[in-house]
């Protein structure tokens, strides 16, 4: 079988950790791949590039396809996020987010089961800020029919691959009667004219936030544009263990770009701390997105992992943030050693 070439940006903070974990346990499972490794913001910098290099682009456009750790992006001044424009110059306009409970993670919940869909290219995302005089900054909230209806029939038919019941809005249309009006309307248009069969309903974020809080099974999949989904993958991720065991795709209609929800985690880089598992578990996403067929090389990789990580963690094996011992590379190496059965 052909080795499929995928571009890894290994990020900063813990993202080279974490990506390495992820590459070791991706070859012993078996998936050929051949890395083409790329630079994105301090890194970049750090070699006198651009934070986000054309070739870095130029790479994910030819092949398609990334795996990427996190960025760091300044707080309230310097650099503009690398994340968020990747997403706008690529068009990776859904942001794909499982949010589950997994077995020997300690959580509130036991029955969660969610997707996060995030609309990922413009909301308050847009990048129009400015000062308009001194001491009155401004910020602009973005919405379009068309950008609006694309993440609503993107979700739709997600939901009806995935033989999922229910999709719920958060919004805010009762204050930002424009911007949220129009995100919900399309999303209700979609509903109604071609996906009639998959339950819709639309919840206003602030009463949205404790419904969640106080019971994640009422929802399925969340659609959310960019701030709202942002906010609140991470607020899931507390709900099940925290953000070292959620992942994510951003998905467009030329190019996916896999990465965990979580952001760099200074506090805790260098130090063979963090868990890789959500990047690991973003892997296999990408793998599936890679595979063919339900037998081959990557689908069997990606089955493999499942079983390994499901395992390790029911097997007490558990890095700290989960309440365990293990390192970066002794979590991933506890993975590798139960990959058979997969
Ligand atoms: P963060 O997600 O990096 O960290 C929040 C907390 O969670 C920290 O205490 C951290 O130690 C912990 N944590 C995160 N991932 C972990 C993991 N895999 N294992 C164990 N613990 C983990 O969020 P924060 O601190 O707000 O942001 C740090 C930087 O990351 C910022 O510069 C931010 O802009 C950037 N960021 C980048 C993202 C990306 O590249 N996609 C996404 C989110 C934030």
Same mark, same amino acid.
Not at 150 to 162: D, G, N, P
Not at 182 to 199: D, G, R, S
């Given at each position: ?253 030329? +190019? ?76 991933? +190496? ?9």
């Amino acid at each position: 079988m052909k080795k499929n070439k995928v571009v890894l940006i290994p990020g900063d903070g813990i993202g080279p950790e974490i990506t390495d974990a992820a590459k070791m346990v991706i070859a012993a499972a078996g998936a050929d791949i051949e890395w083409i490794e790329k630079k994105a913001g301090i890194p970049a910098i750090e070699e006198g590039k651009n934070v986000l290099p054309e070739d870095t682009l130029d790479a994910i456009k030819q092949y398609k396809i990334a795996l990427k750790g996190p960025c760091t992006t300044p707080v309230g001044k310097g650099f503009r996020s690398i994340n968020v424009q990747l997403r706008k110059k690529l068009d990776l306009y859904a942001a794909v987010r499982p949010v589950r409970n997994f077995p020997g993670i300690k959580s509130r919940f036991d029955d969660v089961d969610l997707v996060i869909v995030r609309e990922n290219t413009e909301g308050l995302y847009s990048d129009v800020e400015n000062e308009i005089t001194p001491g009155v900054v401004m910020s602009m909230k973005v919405a379009t029919r068309v950008a609006c209806t694309r993440i609503a029939r993107w979700t739709f038919r997600y939901a009806t691959l995935r033989k999922r019941k229910k999709i719920t809005v958060f919004h805010k249309a009762n204050i930002m009667k424009l911007t949220d009006g129009l995100f919900i309307e399309c999303a209700q248009k979609i509903h109604e004219t071609e996906y009639p069969n998959i339950k819709y309903e639309e919840v206003i974020i602030d009463a949205g936030c404790m419904k969640l809080v106080q019971d994640p099974s009422q929802f399925d999949i969340l659609l959310l544009e960019n701030l709202y989904g942002d906010v609140v993958s991470d607020l899931c991720a507390g709900l099940v263990g925290g953000l070292g065991v959620v992942p994510g795709a951003n998905i467009g209609e030329n +190019q996916s770009v896999f990465e965990a929800v979580h952001g760099s985690a200074p506090d805790i880089a260098g130090k063979n701390a963090a868990n890789p598992l959500a990047l690991i578990m973003s892997a296999v996403m990408m793998l599936n997105h890679l595979s063919t067929s339900k037998t081959d090389v990557y689908k069997t990789a990606a089955n493999k992992i499942k079983h390994g990580y499901n395992q390790a963690l029911s097997d007490g094996m558990k890095t700290r943030d989960l309440g365990g011992k293990l390192g970066t590379k002794e979590f991933a +190496q506890a993975i590798i050693e139960r990959l058979d059965g997969g």
